[in-house]
């Protein structure tokens, strides 16, 4: 498990088990770079870009799949390989996955029914799918490329991550199935939603209302309530507070910020009630949270 050269692009190859790999991409270089690797066709892909913007190059450059920030993509061919070209574009992160179509089937086979990609009509057929990264998707993407972790169990955190990230994308696919969820038919209405997310994080300091923001996107407070969570998995001020106490964690991590810079950085005027969010999210507390950082 150690750092490697793939192409221009700097990546981390963590083999997880047999059957079953995960790469980590960061370009913080100013020019694209080209991550590549061969990948047999009895693999499963799936790519998260997780900040700037990438492309899934195929056919010796002649076709190129856009992955844009905030957006996941699963890929599986079984008739034909589809080797990794992967086009970082400057100060940009992907974390990609790999599994073979066996292992994949043995995970899910009680709940075939309930995934698509799983159906019996899918199984031996080409598939692609994209969609929306989700903030719990985006909290275990973040601590997959960022988090500090001893050596001596390196292998055991990426591999229960990788499984919790397997399992959040197919339960969010399941919940946001447009059949079952009629509001999300509604394209105008989504674009609503996520304008209101944009106004949440742009301004998570001193958040809006819920009825300040149903007024400034257009959208009655019932429908933003049930539109955000249909969307989001998640309440407004729940989606805000996991974004608060990721960006609270990120800031730690830099080592630029005590923690009471960084309480107040994220909202809260007090350090106690900045500690009390902090170890509610994460179980421990800012401090021992950075003792664990300097400790790896």
Not at 74 to 103: A, G, M
Not at 149 to 164: C, D, N, Q
């Amino acid at each position: 498990m150690d750092d490697k050269n793939i192409a221009e692009g700097l990546a981390q190859e963590i083999m997880l088990e047999e059957g079953f790999f995960l790469l980590r991409f960061r370009n913080e270089q100013e020019e694209k770079q080209l991550g590549t690797r061969p990948i047999g066709e009895n693999y499963i892909q799936f790519h998260f870009c997780v900040k700037g913007a990438a492309g899934l190059v195929f056919n010796q450059g002649n076709y190129k799949m856009p992955l844009k920030e905030e957006s996941a993509c699963l890929l599986y061919n079984p008739d034909k390989e589809l080797p990794l070209n992967l086009e970082l574009q400057p100060h940009s992160w992907v974390v990609t996955l790999f599994i073979s179509i066996r292992k994949f089937h043995a995970l899910f086979s009680e709940e075939a029914e309930y995934i698509r990609f799983l159906s019996i009509e899918n199984r031996d057929k080409k598939y692609y799918k994209n969609s929306s990264i989700s903030p719990t998707l985006t909290i275990v993407l973040n601590q997959i490329l960022n988090y500090s972790i001893a050596s001596s169990i390196k292998p055991l955190y990426y591999r229960a991550k990788a499984y919790e990230l397997l399992s959040l994308y197919f339960n969010d696919a399941v919940e946001s199935e447009t059949e079952r969820c009629p509001f999300l038919s509604d394209e105008e209405n989504v674009l609503r939603i996520r304008r209101a997310k944009d106004l949440v994080i742009r301004n998570f300091v001193e958040p809006p209302t819920l009825q300040e923001l149903s007024s400034e996107v257009g959208l009655s407070l019932k429908k933003l309530k049930e539109g955000f969570k249909k969307v989001y998995g998640d309440s407004v001020y729940s989606f805000l507070f996991d974004y608060k106490m990721e960006y609270a964690r990120r800031l730690l991590d830099s080592g630029e910020y005590n923690v009471n810079e960084v309480g107040l950085k994220v909202g809260y005027s007090t350090s106690s009630h900045f500690i009390a969010a902090f170890k509610k999210k994460y179980g421990t507390t800012p401090k021992k949270y950075l003792m664990a950082l300097a400790a790896g």
